[in-house]
């Protein structure tokens, strides 16, 4: 199992719109919500009918909303149980560099608006 400390940073303008998004994701809990643009989310690992959503991929994916500003992880947590993703092992140290579209396809989530 995974789980993610974020911080989301929008405009203030785009809040409502962005929140009831956040709500639908599968293992993703709005934390705080401060009203001024800074959102603090802990997002883990989610089984939807059948389909693994992982937490890096829900995070990757709300980073490609339009309404959002940046994203920054603040705080990860990967079990023995955390789901793969993808290729197995790392055997080459820059695997990590994919594109935030890579990452947000692997988790059989809904494509999000503007992507």
Known sequence: ???????????PEHLSAVVPRLATL??????LNPGDG????VIEDAQL?????GAAATL???????EVLNTSLV??????DA???????VEDYRAWRGSLKDW???SGAEPTPGS
């Open 1 to 11: 199992m995974s789980i993610l400390g974020a911080v989301v940073r929008v405009r």
């Open 60 to 66: 990757a994916s709300i980073a490609l909303w339009p």
């Open 38 to 41: 800074r959102l603090v989310l």
């Open 26 to 31: 599968p293992g993703a809990d709005l934390a």
């Open 75 to 80: 705080y990860e947590y990967s079990g023995p």
């Open 49 to 53: 009918d059948g389909v693994v959503h």
């Open 83 to 89: 789901p793969p993703t993808g290729g197995g092992a």
């Open 104 to 106: 947000a396809g692997s």
